[in-house]
């Protein structure tokens, strides 16, 4: 599995967007953006900011692409 690129974050006063290929992709408010700073300096910012989006890959995709629901597909 790759590692997610193309994340981004921008500080707007107390709130902060993460942008993925420089789309708005979701924003924090309050604790939530307080704490996402600080986690972001102290680790993989690109990891966390793919699992706070849902931007990110599960590891399903082959075997749901298998699946006979999605054999026409």
Known sequence: MGRPEGFEYVERGEDVVI???GRPATTLRGRR???FLEDAGAGDAQELMARLTGNYRR???RAAKRHPRNASR
């Open 33 to 35: 953006a307080a704490d």
């Open 19 to 21: 942008l993925h290929h």
């Open 59 to 61: 590891g399903n995709e």
